[in-house]
């Protein structure tokens, strides 16, 4: 069984910069592709970005392309998302996700992932 621990979410003014990460307990890192997803009030869960288990492959949704970029550290068994340039419509809880499929993270409402973190609350104020 997998857990999945994020952390790092807070309140930021626009065009500030967040690094959020999750701690990936219980089986191999590596394993795993890894992904994040956001949900915003009122709103359904989206894919923001996944990588691939053995770090080769990136996937960005467009909107934050460029802005935001998907790492893991297979040492301490952690993912991050470096968010830049961060907007007011970027304000969400920020789930960690992670499956044996690539498919399953890189799905635009993720109901294919198997493994789930609690989430973490980012705000981005204008």
């Known amino acids: 069984q997998v857990q999945l621990v994020e952390s790092g979410g807070r309140m930021v003014q626009a065009g500030d910069s967040l690094r959020l990460s999750c701690a990936v307990s219980g089986d191999t890192f590596s394993s795993y592709n890894m992904g994040w997803f956001r949900q915003a009030p009122g709103k359904e869960r989206e894919f923001v970005a996944a990588i691939s288990g053995n770090g080769a492959s990136t996937f960005y949704r467009v909107p934050v392309k460029g802005r935001f970029t998907i790492s893991g550290d297979n040492a301490k068994s952690t993912l991050y998302l470096q968010m830049n340039s961060l907007k007011p419509e970027d304000t969400a809880v920020y789930y960690c996700?992670?499956?044996?499929?690539?498919?399953?993270?890189?799905?635009?409402?993720?109901?294919?992932?198997?493994?789930w973190g609690e989430g973490t609350l980012v705000t981005v104020s204008p």
């Open positions: 996700a992670a499956d044996r499929s690539v498919a399953a993270v890189t799905g635009s409402r993720g109901s294919r992932v198997d493994y």
